[in-house]
Every structure is written in structure tokens, then in C-alpha cells.
């Protein structure tokens, strides 16, 4: 019995043992191989078993560089509708300079009696009202909440000097945040970013109507001068009551966006006054020369309204374009710095592998 136990385990032996004649055939050896197995093969990507840690890390990068795709592609449409107001800009630009010769050379044929029209006589400031002009939307960085602190000051100024005080509001940022907090508003308007003629009508009639009533002494506005793609200032001018002088002798700036190798930039071109129109003596008008210029002014007010609506848009379009390059930056960076963290947790992962399998391998000798 002990023998015939001792030749079945020599057999046993001996079926698994390698000689060297093993891989050696009169035949050639061949693979048999299907395309499909190899494509197959090529796509097949390495299943990496890591830790919790590592894989949050990866899905976190997804997660940052799908933000990055949203807010360049934020930042494209923000040119194109900055490229849109300046058009708008320069298609209102002739009327505008006819409107200032027309008026600069009826003030030189009046002299002294164009300062008795309402809208060009100063009174004693009693009670003013704000216009206040903000954006829609948010993700444009501190362009609202500038505008806003800048309202908050100049009210504060105005009650401090005894003062009255009332609001216009534009924009729904301005509607929201002064409704809450209790401030008189007399009239809201809501004009988007597309603003027109008929918007800026409806607001300087109203404008209008209170100052002629007697219900406001002086009308200031307070909107966002546009000077680059990077730089914008919250401002605050007298509206009515007119300066004569302001309008015939105000300049005006024109700017175009450009762009070099991706990169934006602003062409500023300064325009000079518009050289008064010159009216011989002799004329005769149909009209009083004061209903002319009376007549003038509502509309020299309507495009003033206009022009200062697409120069806020224009600051606030800027704006977003500046901070969604600042988000998407910071969202490279970011990803940046978590493909650094996800590496090497993946080597720490692969490491500590390496250790166990090396420590049960040594366990077993």
C-alpha cells in the first residue's frame, strides 16, 4: 500500500513539471486573434481601486472644471452684448450732436432770456429726487453693491443738510434692496438689458412731471460711469434743473471693444462739443425761439436717460465679463491644485497596497 500511495504522488509530480521541450512544436505558433477583441482591449481603461478620500478628490475636479466651461461660456456672451450696447451707442450718436448744435446756437440768438425757462432756472434745493439706476441681475462682481452704497451715502447727505428726499429706482437689485429696507420710493422701472427709446421716455416723463410740479427741486442721478473693462465708478450728477452751458459745452466718449489674440480691451475716443448752429439775424421762425428750446429740452432729457441706461449696461455686462474671467481662473487654479492632491493620494493608496502585499508575502515565509 505504501508503495502504490508513494508512485500515485511521483505521477502526480511529474504531470506538473515544465520541461524544456514543453514549448517546443514542429508547428509555428499562432495567435488567433479577432480586431474586435483588440479594439475592444485599447478602449478598455485601468480600474483604479483607491480610498474614499481619492475618489471625492476626483469628483471634485469634474465638478470644477464643468464650472470653468459655464462661466467662460459666461463671459463670450457678455462681449457680445457689451459689442451690442456699443452699438447702440454710436447708432444714437448723430441725434445727439444735431440736438446740442440745434440748442447751443438757440442760446446764443436768446442771450440772457433762455435762462427764464423752467427747466433752466435754479431754485432753492428743498427736496430732491434720487434716480437710481442698477442692474438685474447678479455675478457681476461689486457693480451693484457700489451703486447701492453710493444712493445710501448721498440720501444720508441730503437728510444730514435737512434735505428731503424721495427715490426713482431702476433696475431690480435697487427695487429689492431699497423696498426692504423702508426708504420713500416715488416710481420703479424695470428696463432689462436691452434698453430703448420708449424706456427712457417713460422716465423722463416722469422725471419730468415731477420737477414741473413743483414736487422736486432737483432730480440727481446716480448711475455707473463705464471707463474700462476692469474699472467702472459709481457717479452722481445733477440732472434737472439744465445748465445751458453744460450742454452746449459737455464733450463726449465713445469706446469700442477690441480684442487681441483673446484678450479684450476698450478703445476710448474723446469727442469734442458740437459746434453751435449758426442762425442769421435775419431768420425768421415759424416759432418763438423760447417753445423751441422748451420744446428742445424734453427730448435733449429723453436721450441723456437713454444714453446713461446703455452706459450702465455696459459697466455691468463689463463687469460680469471681469468676474467670470476671475471665476473661471480661479476654477483652473483650483483644478490645478486637486489633480496635485488626487495624485498623490492615489500614490499613497497604491503604496500602502504595495506594503501589504510585501508584509503578507514576508507573514508566509
Known sequence: ???????????????????????????????????????????????????????????????????????????????????????????????????????????????????ELPLLTQRDVKKVTLVVISGDRGLCGGYNTYIIRKAEQRFAQLKAAGVECDMILIGKKAIKYFNRRGYPIRKEFETGQNPDSKQALAISEELLTTYLSGEADAVELIYTKFLTLIASTPSVRTLIPFSASEITQSGDEVFQLTSDQGKFGVEREDLGAAEPQEFPNDMIFEQDPIQIVNSILPLYLNGQILRTLQESVASELAARMQSMQSASDNAGELAKQLSLQYNRARQASVTAEILEIVAGAMALE
Open 1 to 115: 500500500m505504501k508503495f502504490l500511495a508513494f508512485a500515485s504522488i511521483l505521477a502526480t509530480a511529474t504531470a506538473f513539471t515544465v520541461t524544456p521541450n514543453a514549448f517546443t512544436a514542429n508547428t509555428p505558433f499562432r495567435l488567433d486573434v479577432q480586431e474586435s477583441d483588440v479594439g475592444a482591449h485599447r478602449s478598455r481603461k485601468a480600474t483604479i481601486v483607491m480610498d474614499g478620500k481619492a475618489n471625492a478628490i476626483r469628483d471634485r475636479i469634474v465638478t470644477v472644471k464643468n464650472t470653468k466651461k459655464i462661466t467662460e461660456a459666461m463671459r463670450l456672451v457678455a462681449a457680445a452684448k457689451v459689442r451690442r450696447a456699443q452699438d447702440a451707442v454710436l447708432a444714437t450718436r448723430p441725434f445727439s450732436e444735431t440736438l446740442q448744435s440745434v440748442f447751443g446756437g438757440l442760446i446764443q440768438r436768446l442771450g440772457t432770456e433762455a435762462s
